[in-house]
């Protein structure tokens, strides 16, 4: 999975947690504040009221009269069943006032032994006694006992609401706090988030959109790798990839607009003297012949470019107009020395060359005929009178890879120029050989890239131009 997938993964699940917590949130509280008006009713279950008398009775023998009195004070604020304290002169400890008839059912079940841990009598060190317990229904106390004349109903023993068994009014119910709140945070944080992630996408996305419109409308030097900032996605390669394809487009269109330059002025200056030499036939009839000889070289120099600008254009296309075929690599480099010592005679260069023995290969033949013999003839063009042109083969059986290496002793060539001369209508240097068309070398290296092959020129410390060309050929 890609770095674009996690973070719309992680933004959406940031967003999705957000609100997550918020409803959960909201949900929690209302149940709590539920919780806490169940609380009251539910915290005491009245079947364990008994051990609220057992605290007591231990309270008074380990703290005395005043440790029993801290501890009912205490449960008095607390949502806990009373326990009463009444000594034999029916006073109760903390002054509360006690139904008679309660305190007599209490001291009857006592006497009973009817419910020994509800209720209890304990005596302390200076000899009072008092009588400890919770009345409760469950421990056999009346459901309503009776009010003693004006008697409040909160005096100690109103009657228990349906739901808990405690003698102290409810408190008023919670109020549960309005889930309003949370949700809308929720909200808020998930709105964020999403603005966020859709301008986080959005922006390099709008830039890629304009790139295009602007790359549509002409304009090649187009690029947005500076708009994508310092991100690292999916994005971010687009628009790498998108820059380099406007720098390819920008580089071919500039190529093809050189190219037709280029042709253009190679075609004028044979027009030209055409159209000179028509004239000078014309206005001088006794030279009529030398004229026609000047036309039709002038004409044949327009149809080698012609020629040469077909070939160029079916390898750049990819159509070498010829298929794979087995051959003799050893033949077809004879061949090419052969026919190219009668040329080396006219600039007074000797080729020397050590051939290789029979060994049939797969391949293009027309075209690798055409790539070395136009790198051979480009050194004769350009080696010193009197010179000599060196042609090195070695063919590898075992990788099945060939290596020609031609040198020459010309004037080699400016080292920023290397790359440029496999360009059409390249010319570096001496620019008086008149019969170059410029396209030699730029067929030599697209009919060797078609074979996946590489050539490659550099310079010769001893001076002159090496060029190397090695071709891999398949079983």
């Not at 390099?204 to 304009?210: A, C, D, G, Y």
């Not at 159509?319 to 794979?324: A, F, H, K, L, Q």
């Not at 620019?431 to 490659?456: C, P, T, V, W």
Request: glycine letters at 8%.
């Amino acid at each position: 999975m890609g770095r674009l997938f996690w973070k719309f993964f992680l933004t959406f699940w940031l967003a999705l947690l957000v609100a997550g917590i918020g409803v959960g949130t909201a949900v929690w509280l209302r149940h709590n504040a539920w919780q806490g008006t169940e609380t009251v009713k539910h915290t005491i279950d009245v079947r364990h009221a008994a051990s609220f008398v057992a605290v007591a009775d231990n309270a008074i023998r380990h703290g005395g009269v005043a440790g029993l009195r801290n501890f009912l004070e205490a449960m008095r604020d607390a949502p806990f069943p009373p326990v009463y304290a009444v000594d034999d002169q029916d006073r109760e400890l903390l002054q509360r006032s006690v139904v008679p008839e309660v305190l007599q059912q209490a001291r009857t079940l006592f006497l009973q032994a009817a419910y020994p841990e509800a209720i209890r009598r304990v005596s302390t060190e200076d000899g009072h006694r008092y009588l400890l317990f919770v009345p409760l229904p469950e421990h056999g106390f009346a459901d309503r006992p009776p009010r003693m004349p004006g008697e409040e109903a909160d005096a100690g023993f109103a009657p228990p609401p349906p739901e808990g068994h405690f003698s102290r009014p409810p408190r008023p119910p919670r109020v549960p706090p309005s889930p309003l709140l949370p949700i809308l945070a929720g909200t808020f944080a998930s709105l964020i988030f999403s603005a966020a992630l859709a301008w986080y996408f959005a922006k390099p996305i709008r830039s890629l959109r304009n790139a295009f419109t602007a790359l549509a409308q002409g304009d090649l030097d187009t690029r947005v790798g500076s708009s994508m900032g310092k991100r690292r996605d999916e994005l971010s390669d687009l628009g790498q990839n998108f820059d380099h394809m406007a720098g390819q487009i920008h580089s071919l269109v500039h190529a093809q607009q050189r190219l037709l330059h280029d042709v253009s002025h190679e075609l004028r200056s044979p027009l030209a003297r055409i159209q000179a030499a028509i004239g000078l036939a014309q206005q001088q009839p006794e030279k009529i012949m030398a004229m026609m000889e000047r036309i039709e070289r002038e004409s044949q120099r327009i149809s080698d470019l012609v020629g040469e600008l077909l070939v160029l254009s079916r390898l750049e296309a990819g159509v070498s107009g010829s298929e794979s075929h087995d051959f003799d690599i050893g033949g077809l480099l004879d061949d090419i020395v052969e026919n190219a010592r009668f040329e080396a005679e006219q600039y007074g260069v000797v080729i020397r060359y050590d051939g290789i023995e029979e060994t049939v290969v797969k391949g293009r033949s027309e075209l690798l005929h055409r790539a070395i013999e136009n790198v051979l003839r480009n050194a004769l063009q350009h080696c010193k009178k009197g010179g000599e042109v060196a042609v090195i083969v070695r063919f590898d059986t075992g990788k099945r890879r060939l290596q020609v290496a031609v040198y020459d002793q010309g004037p080699g060539v400016a080292e920023s120029d290397l790359a440029a001369i496999f360009e059409p209508f390249f010319r570096s240097g001496d620019r008086g050989k008149a019969d170059s068309i410029g396209l030699g070398l730029a067929i030599a290296y697209r009919a060797i890239e078609a074979h996946a092959g590489r050539i490659q020129a550099s310079n010769r410390p001893q001076g002159g131009l090496r060029i190397e060309i090695n071709i891999p050929f398949t079983e």
